[in-house]
């Protein structure tokens, strides 16, 4: 095979990324995927310090990149960041919804205010950012969407209610947007991942529950954040993915395939 081959079949040449939730563990990895794809990148997160750090490393890599600090629980500000992203590159080809947060508790002590937030940044602003979004790759001729689900969008996962029920709800969501738009070029498809190294798991997973991770992974380890590239790749480039929409992949060292 050869390398024009490949650039034919995954590349994403003269295409503009937004990645929202971009400076952090996962979104990172899916950011350079994007520019060694050859997409231009804007990266969307909290804070200028993080979108900043990532914009550095991306140019290291010799990407064009810039970045716009959201808030994806405000509409507001899911729409601003449209606004930057066409200043910054003319038009938006690609959205991928890689904010996220976790909190995990026993249910009985679940507190109503976290199941709130949880579902406000996970759920709710895949909705809001894929209708901003959306509207513009429908009035631009064609996009793609990658929402990032979960093991824990097909299996719940005990102590995190509000995260397992809001990861059900994007995968839900991504079927039935695609549906919405399979007439008008634009495919919406998830990514859901196992357990990966990241901070927002770090602070949940006690040596009990890696254990059950590990027993209950095939593969018998965490994921590396690199490995969601692929995937991500297949999804996204129009000519790869160009029949794919209102599905997923899960990349989980096989934890959805395991029963027991
Ligand atoms: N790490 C894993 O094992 C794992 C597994 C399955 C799914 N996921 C999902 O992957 C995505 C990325 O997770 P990660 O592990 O890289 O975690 P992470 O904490 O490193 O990244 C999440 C990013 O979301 C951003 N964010 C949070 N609230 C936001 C808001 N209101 N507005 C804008 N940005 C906001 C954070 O600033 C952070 O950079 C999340 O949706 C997560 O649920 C992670």
Redesign the pocket.
């Known amino acids: 095979m050869t390398a024009e081959y490949l650039e034919k079949l995954f590349g994403l040449t003269g295409q503009t990324a937004v990645v ?2 971009g ?5 990172g990895a899916l950011c350079r995927g994007l520019v060694g794809a050859g997409a231009r990148v804007v990266v ?4 200028e310090e ?1 979108c900043k750090a990532r914009v550095e490393e991306l140019e290291k890599l010799g990407a064009r990149a810039g970045f716009c600090i ?4 405000s509409r507001k500000s899911i729409e601003e960041l449209l606004s930057t992203a066409l200043k910054q590159a003319g038009r938006v080809d690609i959205l991928v919804n ?5 909190f995990g508790s026993p249910f009985l002590e679940h507190p109503e205010g976290q199941w709130d937030r949880v579902m406000a ?2 759920l709710k ?1 895949v909705f809001q950012a894929c209708q901003v979004f959306a509207r513009h790759m429908v009035d631009a001729g064609g996009g793609s969407i990658l929402n ?4 824990s969008s097909h299996l719940p996962l005990s102590r995190v209610f509000a ?1 397992s029920a809001s ?1 059900a709800g994007v995968m839900n969501l991504t079927r039935n947007v695609a549906q919405e738009f399979g007439t008008q070029g634009v495919r919406v498809n998830a990514i ?10 770090r602070r949940l997973l006690d040596q009990q529950r890696i254990d059950n991770i590990m027993q209950g992974t095939p593969m018998r380890r965490f ?1 590396e ?1 690199e490995e969601l590239v692929g995937a991500m790749l297949l999804l996204l480039s129009p000519t790869a993915g160009s029949f794919i929409t209102g599905t997923h992949i899960n990349v989980d060292g096989g934890f959805t395939a395991a029963w027991f």
């Open positions: 929202i939730g400076a952090g563990v996962l979104g969307a997160d909290m804070t993080g959201v808030d994806v629980t890689c904010a996220g947060i976790n940044v996970n602003a990032i689900g979960s093991v995260y990861k859901c991942p196992g357990f990966f190294p990241a901070e927002q798991n994921g954040p």
